[in-house]
């Protein structure tokens, strides 16, 4: 089973940027497709992004094509989540998963969770 860790929210202005990153241990992690969601106070969990084991494949939400971009490496068992241009509908907590699964974007399917890290974004 494996275990999930973020790190590198914080506190940003309109237009900046952050990168996250989220640390795994157990289990072999290139057999996991990993993903990032968010989820803002009110809201239900949404989808963000997900990239396969290898990282041949990744995809985004709408929202957020052209300014977040998933990336892996598998020496480091990390996946990461480069975010620019970060807006104030993009304030969030973001969540690291993992599943086995590539066909689902929906939060239930995704079996293994991080505790989260906090985006905030100033206008």
């Known amino acids: 089973q494996v275990q999930l860790v973020e790190s590198g929210g914080g506190l940003v202005q309109a237009g900046g940027s952050l990168r996250l990153s989220c640390a795994a241990s157990?289990?072999?992690?290139?057999?996991?497709?990993m993903g990032w969601f968010r989820q803002a106070p009110g809201n239900e969990r949404e989808f963000v992004a997900r990239?396969?084991?290898?990282?041949?494949?990744?995809d985004y939400t709408d929202s957020v094509k052209g300014r977040f971009t998933i990336s892996r490496d598998n020496a480091a068992s990390t996946v990461y989540l480069q975010i620019n241009n970060l807006k104030p509908e993009d304030t969030a907590v973001y969540l690291c998963?993992?599943?086995?699964?590539?066909?689902?974007?929906?939060?239930?399917?995704?079996?293994?969770w991080g505790q989260g890290t906090q985006v905030t974004v100033s206008s």
């Open positions: 157990g289990g072999t992690f290139s057999t996991y497709v």
């Open positions: 990239i396969s084991g290898y990282g041949a494949f990744s």
């Open positions: 998963a993992a599943t086995t699964n590539m066909g689902y974007t929906s939060a239930s399917n995704w079996p293994y």
